[in-house]
């Protein structure tokens, strides 16, 4: 993200409910107008659109003195011009800084490296005749909360960095006409005790119009989402149409490929389902990831998207992929671009060289940490044979678990990636939470957001990632069983757990050998996280802490746990690559960076990259 400075300061569906935010200027923790949500526009690669991106105009607000106390001097959702009649105007957006958009502002400026606040971005919207279309603004994300102008007029609010959200403008374009229209974003990057996150994350928090903005045009009667799912050997199609003519519509479906065009009608809601026969088709794999054109077409609207055909469902302890056991060789991954200096914007490109360095270690498989990523990143691991885990940040103890406030976040941002993704092949697993302290309200809070997963979705598995828990002893000294005992187990398809043996704790990686893992429920079993930090480069004895030879040490001592543990179906060790982390202090290892990746920020491998490698092969090779 770049900026151009002139004076910038310096130092069941219809319980899910949208959060909105009370405040006019942003964020009213404790408080939240809760609305039953629209289910978003789904497959926007798919649609006739027009990018917002580039450069904005921008006002920093650090004493939220506009959101406290909005007056017509500082009303800065307005494009107001001081005249004679207007009095006293205190900013001008033509003379405003400028930033890029997408971006974050903590690498625009160096100023704002650790800005945590508003910042009102600005930029003029042209639009001509209408001619029966339908206007929609298309957010990919905002972090933290979102508020929305257009022509002064506040038109949408959203709470949460990661998921996408829109805003239908077609009847205010209406009423203005075509032309040049006013639009202004406010991003607040603040958390507070009830948001989602909470207070406390080990990321870096990155603000502002993070991802892509977009013009969506539409027919008045298009096609909303398009969800498809195996069921034996069909196809199963919903189809939801949108606009006033979209009940008792006629649509035609077909999939490249399989034979012929399948006609159907929708019901007054709107809805319709078909089925394809595709017996005979390649079905979707890490080894052969085909892809096939599914196309909706109605009287007014066509819609492709490329999806592929695969099942994943699970077995006693195996997890199986298209009705065959697999053991999902994973890293997990931080959604940073490799490069000296981290940013919250990961280019096509960008995600791309991360997910081939995923498969140049040897995985199948990438736990996506810990938040939805962008919507290109399990396009493209669609395409590259990759299955992806992907998670909600209901992350660590400081969470709101009593909170109805908090919980209507949660659904709401499960919601949004479910309906993002969920005719994505790649996608295998959702998670719905990372290192949640074990609580009554925890569970229950955990549970509903399962529930509406297994509503929106019931294709895929459901995990979280677990604290192990309880030590049951062992039969000889310095023995440990690690008992998986959670409640919430009874609710998940995979039990994963994060273990750090060798790492925190009094434990060296020579020791971890005197642990064994178990799982206490008749349900597969995957480690979710491992590892030590070291500094890409730092050699020395391996029972030096922070060097690579230390973190290869604890991986080989590691991954020989991994192979006697029973019910095991892989791994997804802690992490690709570096990542950037305020709470990581040590100045001569960490500076402010999390160094368990296998690999540096600018892409060098440690040694324990190899370590990994090697075991993958070998794994790969029993397939």
Known sequence: MRATRRNTLKGGLGAIAAVQLVAAGGVAFGQASVSPTTLGLGN?????????????????????????KPTGRRSFWQNRIETDDTGLIEYEWSSSDEMTVPGDWNTAEPELHYYDGPVYFYRTLETGPQQGLRQILYFEAVNYAATIWLNGVEIARHEGGFTPFQVDITDILQRTGSGVHDLVVRADSRHGPETVPGLDFDWKNWGGITRSVWLVEVPANYIRDVYARLDGDELLVDIALDGQSAGNASLDVSLSGSNGTHAAQTDAEGRATVRIAIAGLTRWSPDAPQLYDLTVETQSDRLIDAIGLRTIETRGREVLLNGEPIFLRGISMHEEAFGPEATREVSQAEARALLAEAQSLGCNFVRLAHYPHADHVARLADEMGIMLWAEIPVYWEEIAYDSPRTLALARQMMTELV???????????????????????????????????????????????LNKNVDVGGVRDGESIIEVRDPLGESLDVVAINQYEGWYGNRTPGEISQVSFRNSYEKPMMFSEFGAGALYGHRGPREER???????????????????????????????KDFRSPRRWHGRFQDLWNRKGLVSPEGGRKQAFFVLQDFYRRKAGEA
């Open 44 to 68: 926007l690669p798919g649609r006739e659109r027009r990018a917002l991106d580039g450069t904005w105009r921008y006002i920093l607000d650090p004493f939220d003195v506009a959101g406290r």
């Open 419 to 465: 309906m993002r993704d969920r005719s994505r092949a790649s996608v295998v697993m959702w998670s719905v939470a990372n290192e949640t302290p074990q609580s009554e309200e925890r569970t229950r809070f955990l549970e509903t957001v399962i529930a509406d997963v297994r509503s929106l979705d019931p294709s895929r598995l459901i995990t979280a990632a």
């Open 546 to 576: 922070w060097t690579e030879d230390y973190q290869a040490w604890l991986y080989e001592e590691t991954l020989k746990v991994v192979e006697t543990t029973p019910g095991c179906v892989g791994l997804a060790p802690w992490l690709l």
